[in-house]
């Protein structure tokens, strides 16, 4: 047993110690009695700034203390010897990882892109090169290391986890008159001929959609991975195109691969904007795998705190996948253990637990224009952080992006290389 002292016992200091030492096996009590502290016997940690002999101390921050969500200005440090963040000038390892856990920073940040997200590039991780580490976890364990501790139990299993977004369910089938004879017309006035004349044959039945790519899906599930699907079923707008979810052929294709992986809902882009459409879009998910939907990702990965998480607890999604950046690759939280998020505008733990992920296909190459061996070279390297630090290696394509067509010509090379990382 840890015996930890504190002046203030809180909601975020628990959060934070349980990050620390319960995921790690290590049971801790906490004690604001000083007198009481004093008189333990057994290992003993100082989280204040008082006085004990012979007892470890960090001097802590306010945050962890405080119930109001504040800026700070954060700026590298070190602790026993790891790089470390510190607030407004104050080094305390605790605080660090709550700031980079509970993304305080997205609350009150408003440089947001196009789409309303807050991107990777603004992010205080990205700004001194450790985005692609997994910080939260090397800080947990220099604080192990100071204490003459180690992980008292073994870590979990790690899981292997391929995703896959279904925001497209074809390229050219199914998607009626209209929409055939409009695309049709654009592709002949912008002079794209070769996608004309594919869309033709797809629909007269001499070729395969490029989109039907369920096959490769599938057969990754059969290789022993654990593969889950988030499928768009949002009303068709700007960006939201899937086939409409009363089609009986794009009703039958969500049944098929329900067989085969458990499918989450991918909340369509105006549901974070008009959140009763989640409701909405869930239920149509229900009604075609006659199953409870539990999992989710939001579509364009548009994250709103403390909206968006709220808005899936309300709606009893209890896992989400969506802890991660479209500009960058990395570990959003500072992590790729998955976590119970913590809800900074009720300063309190809730339970929806958030599974981080490690690389999204798109962030690779439309957004980091990275090659295929640099892609490899940058996935591999996020692959040996979660092997090391813990947690899941989780990780983002579309069954579109798989097709390899135009930009994406040799890319499935990289999905596979992915898949062998875990041989």
């Known amino acids: ?103 305080i920073e997205e609350y009150s940040n408003k440089l947001l892109d196009k789409h309303g997200r807050f991107e990777g590039k603004n992010s205080t991780l990205y700004k001194l090169g450790w985005h692609e580490l997994a ?54 006035i912008f002079g794209k001929t070769k996608r004309l004349m594919e869309r033709q044959q797809v629909l007269s039945g001499l070729k395969k959609d490029p989109f039907y790519t369920y096959e490769i899906i599938t057969n990754t599930k059969e290789k022993g991975f654990n593969i889950l699907l988030f499928w768009l079923l949002g009303d ?21 691969m329900s067989e085969h ?3 989450g809902i991918h909340p369509s882009y105006k549901s974070t904007s008009y959140y009763f459409y989640l409701h909405e879009e869930i239920e149509r998910l229900e009604e075609i795998i006659s199953k409870r939907v539990f999992k989710s990702r939001q579509h364009y990965l ?22 991660g950046y479209a500009d960058i690759a990395g570990f959003r939280a500072g992590t790729a253990r998955s976590f119970l998020w913590f809800d900074l505008s009720k300063n309190d733990v809730t339970k929806l637990r958030v599974h981080p992920f490690a690389y999204m296909d798109g962030t690779l190459n439309e957004y980091l224009n990275l090659s295929i061996d640099e892609a490899k070279e940058k996935i591999a390297k996020l692959y040996e952080e979660v092997q090391k630090y813990g947690g899941d290696f989780i990780f983002i394509w579309h069954n579109e992006t798989l097709a390899e067509k135009r930009k994406w010509k040799g890319w499935l090379d990289v999905f596979y290389f992915t898949l062998d990382l875990k041989k």
């Open 302 to 323: 548009k994250l709103e705190f403390p909206l968006s998480y709220q808005t899936l607890i309300e709606q009893e999604i209890t896992d989400d996948y969506t802890m």
């Open 135 to 188: 910080v939260c976890d090397r800080w947990s364990i220099a604080i192990l290391d100071s204490l003459s501790l180690s992980a008292a139990s073994e870590p979990e299993e790690q899981q292997f986890i391929p995703t896959f977004d279904i925001d497209n369910a074809y390229a050219y089938k199914h998607k009626g008159i209209i929409r055939s004879s409009l695309a049709n017309l654009r592709d002949l």
């Open 1 to 103: 047993m840890l015996f930890i002292y504190t002046d203030t016992i809180s909601n975020r200091l628990i959060y934070t110690l349980d990050f620390i030492f319960a995921n790690r096996g290590i049971e801790y009590s906490l004690c604001d009695d000083f007198v009481t502290f004093d008189r333990l016997d057994g290992q003993r940690f100082n989280y204040s700034d008082r006085h004990f002999e012979n007892v470890k101390k960090i001097i802590p921050s306010t945050l962890l203390s405080d119930v109001k969500i504040k800026d700070y200005i954060t700026s590298p440090s070190t602790f026993n010897g790891v790089d470390c963040l510190q607030l407004n000038d104050h080094l305390d390892p605790l605080a660090s990882i709550f700031y980079i856990l509970s993304r």
């Open 261 to 263: 992986a458990e499918i």
């Open 236 to 256: 068709y707008g700007k960006y939201d195109k899937n086939l409409s979810y009363k089609h009986p052929k794009h009703q039958a294709l969500i049944k098929k």
